[in-house]
RNA sequence: GCCGAGGUGGCGGAAUUGGCCUACGCGUGCGACUCAAAAUCGCAUGGGGCUUUGCCCCUUGUGGGUUCGAAUCCCACCCUCGGCACCA
C-alpha cells in the first residue's frame, strides 16, 4: 500500500544533490527564468508555515517554469542584520552574530529538507563582510551622487534607558523596557533623496505586472499633488514670511489664519513675550505625541495663539498665526493657510477657537449641498476680482497673481520623505564615512572597505550608538588630511541591505565588485517576485528606487527590479487569527512534514487554501492530501499491472466513459497550466484531482479486455507531470515506478489537444424573467432561432411563459432569458 | 484616524469578471467489500416547506439601489486582516 514517505523525500532529495539536477547553468542564460521569493529574516531558529507557504509554492510555480523548458534561477539567502539579534544579545548575552548564524543553519538545513530547487551556490548573507562590503559601497555610490545628506530629524528617546527606540518599541506612548514616557527628540541622520525620484518610481508602475492594489498603495504613499507655495509676509518682521503649501489656492480668499507645525522655526520668530508660555508648553506636549496620533482626524484638535500676524498676500489683511500639531513639519512646507470654510480640519479648529469661518466657495449646482465646510470644487465668491471664476480657472489666475508679486509659485508636493537610513545600533553595515575635525564629513575610500563590524561591543544601550562606545573602531585617521578622525557610529537601516540583494545572488561570489554589470543585465529583471503584502510599499518601493539610481549611474541596464510581482496571504491560527506566542494558537510544520512527508505538506497548503488571500489552518484538510496521494499511488500500481496482464488482441471499445476521460484528460492539462500560472493553486490541484476520478471512473466501468491500454498510460504520465512541481519527491518516486526516466523534471510539460475538449452537446440555462426554471440540452453551435425554439418547447417553461414575450436574451453556452 | 484587501453551505474553498451560486476537497448519510472493523471503491448531500416519481420558496456579512439578470456594479453600515516611514 501506500509508500510515500520521508524517506522517499530524503532518497530524491539525496539523488538531485549528487546529480546536481538543480545547479543553474549559465550557458543558457537566454532561457532564464529569474523566480524570486523575498529572502528570510533569521528571527526564530525555524521554519514556519508562512515559509513553506511562500518558498513551497514559490518553487512550484518554478518547477512547472522548468518544466515548461525555462533554465529556472531560484536562489535564497538571509536578510541576517536587524534590530531582534541585538535585542536577544541584550537580554541573553549571546552575541548577535552567534545566534544569527546558529539560525542560519538551522533554517538553511530545513529549506533543504523542503526539496525546492534553491541552488546554494548563490546564497547571500547580508551580515557577512562579503556582502555588506557593497551595501556599504552602494553608501558611496549615492553620497558621490548627492542621493545621501545628513539633516536633523526626530526620533524616539526614551529618557529611561538613555537610547533611541523603534516604533515597536514604544507601547502607548511608553517604552517597552522601562515604561518612561517616549519624547521626539532632534538628532542628526542619513537620509537618501528618494523624494528625487519620486516621479520616475511614480511613472514606472503603469507598466509593472504587479497587483492593482499595491501599485495603488505605492502611488498613495509617493501622494503626489499638484498645488502652490504661497508667502505670507511677517507682520513687523521685515523680509520674513511664512510659506504655506495648498491645493487650492482658489480658496485663498477664505484663509483667517495662518498654522505652523509646532517645531517650525519661524516659531520661535513669531511667538510674543506674552505667549512664550503657553508655546513653549504645547510644544513640549506636541513632543510627546507619535506622528500616528497627531494625524488622527477624530482627536480634537489643539493648538496655541504664536502671539505673532502674518499679512495676507493679496488683502493685506493682518492674520493669526497659530500652532497646532496636525500640521506636520515633515509635509508641505510645514505651514498651512488655514481656509475653515472649506476644509474640514480647519473648520474644526475654527470652531474650537472662535476663529472667523467665511465662505469663499459655492457648489456650481444646486442640488450639491455645500454647507460649511465645503470641501468640493465650485465657484469662486468675496474673493474680489477673482469672484465668479471657477476653483480650476481661480487656482490658475490666484497662482499668476501671487507670481507676478513675487509672493507664490506653482509647486508639485509628495507626501514621500526622504528615506532616513542611519541607525543608533550595532547590528547593521556600519556607515563608511569619517568624521574629520579640518575636513568635515568624508567617504571612506572604497578600496578600504569593507568597513568591518567589531565583534568586541558592548551593545547594552548607554545614550549612544553602542559603536561610539568602541573606541578601536572609533579612532581613525582623515583618509584626506592624514589627521586623527572619528569613524560614524551608526549602521545603515536593514532596508538599504534588502534593497539590492537581488542583485548580488548572481554574482555573490564576485569579489572585485558588487556584480558584473554585463553578466547582470542578462539576468536581471527579476522575472517573477513573491513576497508578502506587508512589503508592499516600503521594501519594494526602497528596492525600486535604489535600481533606478544604479541605473543612473551606469551600473545596470534596466530600471525596474521586479517585473511581476505576487503577495502571498497569510495562514492563520485554527481559530481564524493570526498565529502568535501570545494568543497560543502557532501550528508547526515540523510535524506535519515528518508524518507525511514535505509534499503531502505542500501539497496541502496548495490545495486548502486560496494563494492571494490565505486563510485558517485545518487539520482535517490535511488528510485530503495524503489520500489523495495514495489513491495515484494506488492508480500508478495498478496500472502496471494492467499493462503486465496487456490482453493480447482484445481492441479498446470507445464509449462514453473514453470520451469523458479524454475531456478530464485535456480540460485538466489547459486549466491546472491557466490557474497554475496565475499562482491559483488550489483550483490547479482540483483539476488533476478530477482526472483522476476519471481514471478511476474509466478503470471501474470498462472491462479489462476493452480498456485503452496507451490511453490510460498517457493520461497517467501527463498527470504525474502535471502533479510534480507539486509533489516533487513522490512525483520522481511514481515516476519510477511509472518506467520513466530520470529524472520527471527533465521531461516537457503536456499540453492539451483542443479536439478533446469539443463536446457533442451543451447544456445551457432557461430563464424566465431571470430565474432559472429548466436547462436544455443543445448542439454547441446552434443558432439563436434553434435555441429559442427548444427553449420554448419546454413544458416548465412553458408554465411560466404566460403573456406576450417582450425580449429575449441569449448569452453564447450560457443561458437562454425570457423577458414577460 | 489614513491607505489597501476581504466577508459565499456544517468546514476549507470554486464561480470563465454582470449570465445555471457552491467546482474540487473535508465532514455526514447510504451501499459494496469484510465474520467484523479499519482502509478502499461507489452513490447521495446548501437551507426551509409541501399535496414528496415531483413541485414551490429562500440563500453569497447587514440594509437599500441599478439591471431582463448581481457573490460580482453603486450608496450606507458592521466585522476581520495588512501597512502607516526605527519590526522586517
Redesign the pocket.
Known amino acids: 500500500?501506500a509508500e510515500y514517505s520521508r524517506q522517499v523525500d530524503a532518497k530524491w532529495q539525496r539523488r538531485w544533490a549528487e546529480t546536481g539536477l538543480y545547479s543553474f547553468d549559465p550557458d543558457r542564460v537566454d532561457e532564464k527564468l529569474y523566480c524570486l521569493s523575498m529572502f528570510s529574516?533569521p528571527?526564530g531558529a525555524k521554519l514556519h508555515i508562512g515559509h513553506w507557504w511562500n518558498y513551497g509554492l514559490t518553487d512550484s510555480w518554478a518547477r512547472m517554469k522548468r518544466l515548461q523548458g525555462y533554465e529556472v534561477f531560484e536562489p535564497m539567502g538571509f536578510?541576517a542584520?536587524?534590530?531582534?539579534a541585538e535585542n536577544y544579545a541584550i537580554d541573553t548575552g549571546i552575541h548577535p552574530r552567534e545566534s544569527t548564524m546558529t539560525n542560519i543553519d538551522t533554517m538553511r538545513k530545513q529549506l533543504q529538507a523542503m526539496g525546492a530547487m534553491f541552488d546554494w551556490d548563490y546564497e547571500v548573507v547580508t551580515c557577512e563582510p562579503g556582502y555588506y562590503r557593497w551595501t556599504q559601497w552602494l553608501f558611496l555610490q549615492l553620497y558621490r551622487a548627492g542621493l545621501a545628506y545628513r539633516a536633523k530629524s526626530p526620533?524616539?528617546w526614551c529618557p529611561g534607558c538613555n537610547t533611541?527606540?523603534?516604533?515597536?518599541?514604544v507601547h502607548d506612548g511608553s517604552c517597552e523596557r522601562c515604561d518612561a514616557e517616549v519624547r521626539q527628540k532632534n538628532?542628526t541622520?542619513w537620509f537618501f533623496k528618494i523624494t528625487e525620484y519620486a516621479d520616475d518610481l511614480l511613472g514606472g508602475l503603469d507598466r509593472l505586472d504587479w497587483p492593482?492594489?499595491?501599485k495603488?498603495?505605492q502611488r498613495?504613499?509617493i501622494?503626489r499633488s499638484e498645488g502652490a507655495n504661497i508667502r505670507f509676509p511677517l507682520v513687523g518682521k521685515q523680509g520674513e514670511h511664512i510659506e504655506a503649501f495648498t491645493t487650492r489656492a482658489d480658496t485663498l480668499f477664505g484663509a483667517t489664519y495662518l498654522v505652523l507645525a509646532p517645531e517650525h522655526p519661524l516659531v520661535d520668530v513669531l511667538t510674543t513675550e506674552k505667549q512664550k508660555e503657553e508655546v513653549i508648553a504645547y510644544r513640549d506636549y506636541a513632543a510627546s505625541k507619535s506622528?500616528?496620533e497627531r494625524?488622527?482626524?477624530?482627536?480634537e484638535k489643539t493648538g496655541v495663539f504664536t502671539g505673532g500676524y502674518a499679512e495676507h498676500p493679496l488683502t493685506g489683511e493682518h492674520l493669526q498665526v497659530w500652532i497646532a500639531d496636525y500640521v506636520l513639519l515633515s509635509y508641505g512646507t510645514g505651514a498651512i493657510m488655514a481656509v475653515p470654510g472649506h476644509d474640514e480640519r480647519d473648520f474644526e479648529f475654527a470652531e474650537k477657537f472662535d476663529l472667523p469661518i467665511p465662505r469663499v466657495i459655492a457648489a456650481r449646482e444646486d442640488d450639491i449641498d455645500d454647507s460649511l465646510p465645503y470641501t468640493g470644487e465650485g465657484v469662486m465668491q468675496n474673493s474680489k476680482e477673482f469672484s465668479g471664476l471657477t476653483s480650476s480657472d481661480g487656482r490658475q489666475e490666484v497662482v499668476g497673481t501671487l507670481e507676478e508679486q513675487g509672493l507664490g509659485e506653482e509647486t508639485i508636493s509628495y507626501?514621500?520623505?526622504d528615506?532616513?537610513v542611519?541607525?543608533?545600533?550595532y547590528w547593521g553595515a556600519p556607515i563608511p564615512v569619517v568624521h574629520c575635525p579640518h575636513c568635515g564629513v568624508v567617504p571612506v575610500p572604497e578600496e578600504q572597505l569593507p568597513l568591518t563590524l567589531p565583534d568586541e561591543v558592548d551593545f547594552t544601550p548607554e545614550g549612544t550608538s553602542p559603536l561610539a562606545q568602541c573606541e578601536e573602531f572609533m579612532q581613525t585617521e582623515c583618509p584626506e588630511c592624514g589627521h586623527k578622525a572619528r569613524r560614524d557610529p551608526d549602521t545603515l537601516?536593514?532596508?538599504v541591505?534588502?534593497s539590492w540583494y537581488f542583485l548580488r545572488y548572481p554574482d555573490n561570489r564576485n569579489e572585485e565588485e558588487p556584480f558584473d554589470s554585463g553578466w547582470i543585465d542578462r539576468m536581471l529583471p527579476v522575472d517573477q517576485y513573491v513576497g508578502?503584502?506587508?512589503?508592499?510599499?516600503?521594501?519594494l518601493l526602497y528596492a525600486r528606487f535604489i535600481t533606478r539610481v544604479l541605473f543612473d549611474l551606469g551600473y545596470v541596464n534596466f530600471t525596474e527590479p521586479f517585473e511581476a510581482l505576487v503577495h502571498q496571504g497569510?495562514i492563520?491560527g485554527p481559530d481564524?487569527?493570526?498565529m502568535s506566542k501570545s494568543r497560543g494558537n502557532i501550528v508547526s510544520p515540523d510535524d506535519y512534514v515528518e508524518e507525511y512527508g514535505s509534499d503531502v505538506f505542500r501539497l496541502y497548503l496548495a490545495?486548502?487554501?486560496?494563494y492571494v488571500?490565505?486563510?485558517?489552518w485545518?487539520d482535517?484538510?490535511i488528510?485530503?492530501?495524503r489520500?489523495?496521494l495514495?489513491?495515484v499511488e494506488?492508480w500508478v500500481n495498478r496500472l502496471q499491472t494492467l499493462l503486465s496482464n496487456r490482453p493480447g488482441s482484445g481492441s479498446p471499445q470507445r464509449s462514453e466513459i473514453t470520451e469523458e476521460l479524454e475531456y478530464y484528460w485535456h480540460n485538466g492539462i489547459r486549466k491546472a497550466t491557466e490557474?497554475a500560472e496565475v499562482f491559483?493553486f488550489?483550483?490547479a490541484?482540483?483539476r488533476m484531482?478530477?482526472l483522476t476520478?476519471a481514471l478511476?471512473?474509466y478503470d471501474?466501468e470498462i472491462p479489462d479486455q476493452e480498456k485503452d491500454i496507451q490511453l490510460l498510460e498517457n493520461a497517467t504520465r501527463d498527470l504525474l507531470l502535471l502533479l510534480a512541481p507539486f509533489a516533487p519527491h513522490f512525483a520522481e518516486e511514481m515516476w519510477e515506478i511509472f518506467g520513466g526516466e530520470y529524472s520527471i523534471f527533465d521531461q516537457q510539460w503536456p499540453e492539451h489537444d483542443p479536439q478533446k475538449l469539443v463536446q457533442s452537446e451543451?447544456?445551457?440555462?432557461v430563464?424566465v424573467?431571470?430565474?432559472?426554471?429548466d436547462?436544455i440540452c443543445i448542439p454547441p453551435d446552434a443558432s439563436e432561432e434553434e435555441i429559442r425554439e427548444i427553449a420554448e418547447s419546454s413544458e416548465?417553461v412553458q408554465?411560466y411563459l404566460t403573456g406576450e414575450i417582450k425580449?429575449t436574451?441569449v448569452?453564447p453556452g450560457?443561458?437562454i432569458?425570457f423577458?414577460v
Request: hydrophobic share 35%; charged share 30%; proline share 1%.
Open positions: 500500500m529574516y528571527s536578510d542584520f536587524g534590530l531582534p526620533v524616539n533611541v527606540l523603534a516604533n515597536e518599541q538628532m541622520q492593482e492594489e499595491t495603488r498603495m498613495n504613499w501622494g506622528e500616528r494625524l488622527a482626524t477624530e482627536r507626501r514621500l520623505r528615506w532616513l542611519s541607525r543608533q545600533r537601516d536593514t532596508f541591505d534588502s508578502g503584502a506587508e512589503h508592499a510599499v516600503m521594501h497569510v492563520l481564524g487569527y493570526k490545495f486548502g487554501f486560496n488571500e490565505g486563510g485558517a485545518d482535517a484538510g488528510q485530503a492530501t489520500r489523495f495514495d489513491r494506488r490557474d491559483q488550489n483550483t490541484v482540483a484531482m478530477e476520478n478511476y471512473k471501474t451543451i447544456e445551457i440555462a430563464q424573467n431571470g430565474r432559472v426554471r436547462t416548465r408554465k425580449k436574451i448569452v450560457r443561458l432569458n423577458v
